[in-house]
């Protein structure tokens, strides 16, 4: 037996935010120019949002107005003062960028990963955590009195590789003075663990230990508790920390950044050797080098869970896919306005997204 832990994140903690900031504004530049060159992040702190990085698009973007309906949208009620340092993309970096073809704008190493121990091709315990946020995320909204910073973290069972107990879960979640701990712990309880918890009733759950702010009231949420910025939950954004992370965040960046589409193209290529029965869980690394086109390495780890040789492995993702940067961004419809919707509740996992397709 093992025991393997995941949390995540909802909107109002400060880090993911920032996330769901920088993505809107990516989101709005793409609206425009498809081929915005956009690494816009931001750091919050208090009443003060800080928005900077580089720019280099035709796009007309009202930073304070994106930055305030998500702001609104969380709860905030006070008045937010936003800095602003923003600049072109640098000259060197475009120039080794547009070339006759498009080629990746920076190195690095990035991976993508699947599993068959859940119809979403993701481990448990990242699965589960994301659902009691989004459950508490529509409870908070139609019920006053609580926040949208929250926290999720979940404890799986596993025997071998195979998932078979809930052991813990534990939610931290801000709220009013008015709302006593004891009526928050029992209404998360009602409303948002067991809930959540029916959906999963193939693990035994019988002997699930809960934690519900273990720590104690939360009144004091958000930027005015704690600051944040962007790309600081890269293991909530993937796998819960049973796939490996490259160490480049997702938000903020658009698709010529190999952090990101890499990153995607990878979990595309994972999940689709799983779903195709050629094993059981399946890790894809691949990096690139700026200024190159396509990736200078690839490589595929099933954890000797392979159910055909690994030259099969080899040659399936050989015919089928092209871990070029333009291939990419096409297969994947990279250059349209869909990252706001990733930047919370995981980036992977969630069949809305080009890259959880399943080809035939």
Known sequence: MKLITSESVNIGHPDKTCDVIADAILDEALRQDANAQMAVECAIKNNKLFIYGEATTTASIDYDRVARDILRDIGYTCDFTIVKEIS???????SAVHKDKLSAGDQGIMYGYATDETPEYMPTPIIIAHDLMREYEKFRKTNSGYHADAK?????VYDEDTPVAIDTVVISASHDESVSIEKLRKTIMDKVINKVLHKYNYLDSSCTRCLVNPGGKFTIWGSFGDSGCVGRKIVVDTYGGVG????GCFSSKNATKVDRSGAYYA?????????HKLAHKCEIQVSYAIGVENAVSVYIDTFGTNMVDMSVI???VDDNFNFSLSNMITTLHLNEPIFKQTACYGHFGRNEFSWEKIIK
């Open 314 to 316: 080899y040659k399936y």
């Open 88 to 94: 072109q993309q640098s000259v060197d970096i475009s």
């Open 244 to 247: 490996r992370v490259g160490g």
């Open 267 to 275: 979990r595309f290529v994972a999940k689709n050797i799983v779903a």
């Open 152 to 156: 999720s973290q979940v404890t799986v």
